[in-house]
């Protein structure tokens, strides 16, 4: 009997929790954002605290400036893409790690960007734009709830069950240790493409050449030592990616060359 309930709670999961992202594109959404969003928070919180005991978050003043500059024009963007970010405490932190290149998002638009890809992949302000357009782009496309929803599906139903017989509420602390692991673990390719999509759009509409994003991704593909940049590890490069973007950009430039004042966010 506890086995057919299991499938039964499974099945029913299921089938009430198909999403539609912004592209479209049909996602499967058992973790709410409201929750995934309440969990990042939590655990944006405690995968910082390492480094600001260490003095390591915001530590270059012009740097700081110039990625809130960019990241301003970003979100203002996004809030027109879905007016219901504006209730979104954005945030993006900088990382001090100049080996590291990497940057990520959570749900609810907490992002960090380490230094290490400022340093390595020596971007233009374009280029910038294309990396912090794509993090929020996964953000916008709730590719967080989508990733810990796709892990309590495989599960085994273990989790379902404990979401229905909590009435449907995740122990914080699990769903915090989820939203943090969402953010290590590799993105699928229909969401990474999906976050080009949407990253190059918001970046041209910005005021961002919609260029940048080819030699964005020549100039990540280059970068050696050790391996391939942890960027490359949890964002996995089709194949075609740059034709893909370069597919995109006839369609963006317009956004890019529209005349006229480009709404600004101010983050806190």
């Known amino acids: 009997m506890r086995i057919r309930y299991v499938a039964f709670i499974l099945m029913s999961l299921l089938v009430v929790s198909c999403a539609t992202s912004p592209t479209g594109r049909r996602q499967l959404i058992i973790v709410s954002e409201d929750t995934a969003i309440a969990a990042s928070k939590q655990a944006y919180t405690e995968m910082l605290k390492p480094y600001a005991d260490k003095g390591k978050l915001d530590t270059d003043p012009a740097l700081k400036a110039r990625v809130d500059r960019i990241t301003g024009y970003l979100i203002a963007q996004a809030i027109q893409m879905r007016p219901e970010t504006a209730d979104w405490e954005w945030r993006i932190k900088i990382i001090d790690d100049p080996e590291t290149v990497n940057a990520w998002a959570m749900a609810g638009g907490k992002m960090a960007l380490y230094t290490g890809l400022v340093k390595k992949i020596q971007p233009s302000d374009d280029e910038l734009a294309q990396v912090l357009g794509h993090e929020i782009a996964h953000a916008l496309a709730k590719h967080s709830a989508e990733k810990m929803s796709i892990a309590m599906a495989s599960s085994i139903g273990v989790a379902a069950v404990g979401v229905v017989a909590e009435r449907k509420t995740l122990a914080l602390s699990g769903a915090a240790l989820a939203a943090a692991l969402a953010v290590q673990k590799p993105n699928s390719r ?53 034709e893909m973007l370069a597919s995109l950009v006839p369609g963006m430039l317009p956004y890019y060359n529209k005349k006229g004042q480009r709404p600004f966010y101010t983050l806190k």
């Open 190 to 242: 229909a969401a990474e493409s999906e976050a080009d999509e949407i990253g190059i759009e918001l970046a041209a509409k910005a005021g961002y050449d919609p260029r940048a994003a080819i030699t964005l991704w020549q100039k990540m593909a280059k970068v050696g030592g050790k391996g391939p940049p942890q960027f490359l590890s949890t964002h996995p490069s089709p194949d075609n990616r740059e």
